[in-house]
């Protein structure tokens, strides 16, 4: 069972690019009732929240980027919040595909990488209940893949896939049409290949 946490805190700033907290490397959550866990979850889920009423977009943002050095995640792909804490990947699948990823820490630019098509993930939810999600359909593992880098302190500009793949935002909407046939896969694109079965 998930326990929805009404976002009562209010948002904090979303680090950006060159903030050295971006780079720490984040530890397990172990007290789940510790007062310091609770405030941190709610400020994240408040600063989701408030990036998604703002910008209509935004599915995930890791603890690490609004300075908590923490291993969780605040998620909501359109179904309520919901808290991922020390995630781990227990399975990848072999196939890998290209993609433009972006970034709340850098949101105006694109970066062409590669991910795993799909992942399975053990969690913790708020409470601090094991969850098991199996081999995840491929916009949640993207995304997933994108938020576990981060509570290890990388960015998806570290995976560009070379001098072409990091990308003004501005020039990638420009000349969309030549972007998009570089890659596998687009973010909510129309033009993305259908994701296979899986949960979420
Ligand atoms: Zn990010």
Known sequence: MTTEIPPVESPAPVLLLGDPLLRTVSAPVTD????????????????????????????AISAPQIGIARRFIAMDLGDGPRLIVNPVVTWSSRERL???????????????????RSISLRFQDETGAYHEWERLDLATSELLQHELDHLDGVLAVDRALDRESIVMREVFDAQRLRFVAMVDYVIGGADAPAASSGSP
């Open 32 to 59: 789940f009732k510790a007062p310091a866990f609770e405030l941190g979850r709610g400020r994240l889920q408040a600063t989701l929240a408030d990036f998604r009423r703002k910008h209509g977009f935004g599915r």
């Open 98 to 116: 290209t993609m433009w990823d972006d970034c709340m820490s850098f949101p105006s630019l694109l970066v062409r990488l590669e991910r795993h």
